[in-house]
């Protein structure tokens, strides 16, 4: 149950002087990416139901906000998720989880990384100073090379929403380079096809993909998981329906602000 909360929940403060301090190093000759984020901007805050075969179990809620430090001078977003089970379901399992990313916005890329996991008394407490000019990622322990533009947990959510799906085909996959304690991970995403989902909140023109997962731990095959994103700018994520070893769970959207474009109700 802990690795089904981790993974639903995410698909999810320091002062100023102290981030300045992590980064005291800089590769000048470097060249960073440039992304057109049309997808999300600050003041966005998603909220999301979980249910646990046919009990509410959870919420979840993402937040863009703006980062009052930055990264060898550059402009940041401050992206906090939390996930939390409800409290008639705290007996059976308790989850208090946080997360936090500081997003490059104009490379859609992590400078840092902080976990915080509280999940039936399994605790995680994770910091990551992830030198992206150096691509060395530090845990404060020890220092591990990484690609060149490497995801955390959290910012790979949104940095999948920028990508362009306009033109994609039933079968293509979408990959990039994510770090997961302490390992690079490929996340790959595959296109199912164009698609409508109802949910609580209505009748949603959707994108359709299933993660390209690591089978044998929580899911039996990839597609025990499916998930349904909105069919136009914004790309938010409005329904995940998953098998795993001890059942189902599902998410859903159950309010959304501050969204950039229209969304693709119906």
Request: charged letters at 30%; aromatic letters at 14%; hydrophobic letters at 40%.
């Amino acid at each position: 149950m802990k690795k089904s909360f981790l993974l639903i929940l995410l698909c999810v403060g320091l002062t100023s002087n102290s981030y300045n301090a992590l980064f005291n190093t800089y590769n000048e000759h470097l060249v960073f990416r440039k992304i057109i984020n049309e997808s999300f901007t600050i003041g966005e805050k998603l909220t999301y139901r979980l249910h646990y075969g046919i009990i509410d179990a959870g919420e979840a809620v993402l937040q863009v906000k703006e980062s009052k430090i930055k990264a060898k001078g550059r402009d940041l977003y401050r992206i906090v998720g939390t996930g939390r089970s409800i409290k008639a379901f705290d007996w059976f399992f308790k989850v208090r989880d946080r997360y936090e990313s500081y997003v490059d916005k104009e490379s859609i890329m992590p400078w840092y990384f902080i976990r915080r996991v509280n999940e039936g008394g399994f605790i995680i407490n994770q910091d990551y100073t992830l030198h992206q000019d150096l691509q060395l990622v530090d845990d404060g322990e020890t220092k591990i090379k990484v690609p060149l533009n490497v995801q955390d947990m959290l910012s790979a959510y949104y940095y999948a929403r920028t990508l362009d799906f306009e033109n994609a085909e039933k079968g293509d996959v979408f990959e990039f380079n994510t770090i997961v304690d302490g390992e690079i991970f490929p996340l790959k995403i595959k296109f199912l096809g164009r698609d409508q989902i109802k949910i609580r909140m209505g009748k949603f023109k959707a994108l359709k993909f299933c993660p390209v997962i690591q089978t044998g731990r929580v899911f039996k095959k990839e597609e025990d998981l499916t998930v349904w994103i909105s069919d136009d700018k914004n790309k938010i994520p409005l329904c995940a329906k998953a098998k795993i070893l001890f059942g189902s769970v599902k998410f859903e959207v159950v309010d959304y602000q501050g969204l950039l474009n229209p969304i693709s109700k119906i």
